[in-house]
């Protein structure tokens, strides 16, 4: 599987952003995908998470009630709505695919990523 994030940029706070993740290659719609996060200095941290099976989500506590993953298998594409963006959400945004249906938050348990997409949100 091959992935693909687009859709990061530089916005102000309170302005919302949505992220792509275009997988190819496999059958993308039997893989869990996650979306992860590095900011400048620090570990990459896990966002959020949807499985392939039922679409159940999971989310880190800093973004609940703000950002919203959904996937369109029929574009093999999943996104991160993010709303009410805030600085501290400044970070390079990764996506990452699983064969397995959990909507697992643990980075080492994803088998692929992409290349990664810029936000940075100021003041």
């Known amino acids: 599987v091959q992935l693909q994030a687009s859709g990061g940029g530089l916005v102000q706070a309170g302005d919302s952003l949505r992220l792509s993740c275009a997988a190819s290659?496999?059958?993308?719609?039997?893989?869990?995908t996650g979306w992860f996060r590095q900011a400048p200095g620090k570990e990459r941290e896990f966002v959020a998470a949807?499985?392939?099976?039922?679409?159940?989500?999971r989310y880190v506590d800093s973004v609940k009630g703000r950002f919203t993953i959904s996937r369109d298998n029929a574009k093999n594409t999943v996104y991160l709505q993010m709303n009410s963006l805030k600085p501290e959400d400044t970070a390079v945004y990764y996506c990452?695919?699983?064969?397995?249906?959990?909507?697992?938050?643990?980075?080492?348990?994803?088998?692929?990523w992409g290349q990664g997409t810029l936000v940075t949100v100021s003041s």
């Open positions: 990452a695919a699983r064969p397995d249906s959990s909507s697992s938050s643990q980075l080492y348990e994803y088998d692929y």
């Open positions: 290659g496999r059958t993308f719609s039997r893989y869990d």
């Open positions: 949807i499985s392939w099976s039922d679409s159940s989500t």
